[in-house]
């Protein structure tokens, strides 16, 4: 038994969609962002740090999504893997580990944007910085993917799902149109099988209910 503890629009889609990739049989646990119960002890026995995904796979739980990711490809489908040896493999590597950058910045965005809910909260000149930041991090893939379909010049890997989670929330804070290749390398992920069975098993949106978040005048 395979189980993903997951919350909508979450860093945990990387997991369920990777899984989809992989065609594997698994089970969906739904927790809320906003709840507080990923601060409950129940769920703090299983991710220490009260994020999700948490991943019961093997007699034991994965609690973070770059090492799941790995540990998927490494005992369930090494195709999306590229293993020590490989020619791709450093590079695999590298954006295995550069959507954890991506990702920093789309968490201090949601923060400023999101979870800090006053206005008094905010700060625009913070919200101004890791939007640019952010774009900076798009633009380093959309190089690579003008291209190229995939981050790999081999094809489609597990990183494309790491990396492409990061782009499909990042287009709520920086204007894709700016960064044509980036555009189309997500149009070309939201079109795989996998990726739409994904997206419907993903639920309700509770953390991004807006297209985009801009910064507020003033």
């Not at 969906?28 to 906003?34: A, G, I, K, N």
């Not at 995904?53 to 369930?76: H, W």
């Not at 981050?151 to 287009?171: C, E, I, R």
């Not at 390398?185 to 099988?193: F, K």
Request: aromatic content about 10%; overall charge negative; hydrophobic content about 40%.
């Amino acid at each position: 038994m395979i189980r993903l503890h997951h919350c909508p629009q979450a860093r945990s889609f990387r997991t369920l969609w990777l899984m989809k990739e992989m065609g594997l049989d698994f089970e969906v646990v739904y927790r809320s962002f906003f709840s507080g119960e990923l601060r409950g002890n129940d769920f703090l026995a299983l991710s220490p740090a009260g994020r999700v995904p948490a991943l019961e796979i093997d007699d034991r739980v994965l609690f973070e999504s770059g090492a799941t990711t790995e540990y998927l490809c490494e005992t369930r489908d090494s195709a999306l893997w590229r293993a020590p040896g490989d020619d791709e493999r450093a590079d695999w590597l590298e954006w295995l580990h550069f959507a954890e950058t991506i990702g920093q910045h789309l968490a201090a965005l949601t923060q400023q944007h999101i979870a800090l809910y006053e206005d008094h909260m905010r700060s625009a000149t913070v919200m101004k910085l890791e939007a640019r930041r952010l774009e900076k991090t798009l633009e380093v893939v959309d190089r690579v993917v003008s291209g190229r379909d995939y981050l790999l010049a081999s094809g489609f890997s597990a990183v494309d799902t790491n990396v492409g989670y990061g782009v499909m929330v990042a287009q709520r804070f920086v204007p894709l149109d700016l960064l044509p290749g980036a555009k189309l390398y997500l149009e070309r992920l939201e079109s795989r099988p996998a990726f739409q069975a994904a997206q419907a098993m993903d639920g309700k949106p509770e953390i991004y209910t807006r297209p985009f978040y801009g910064v507020p005048d003033g």
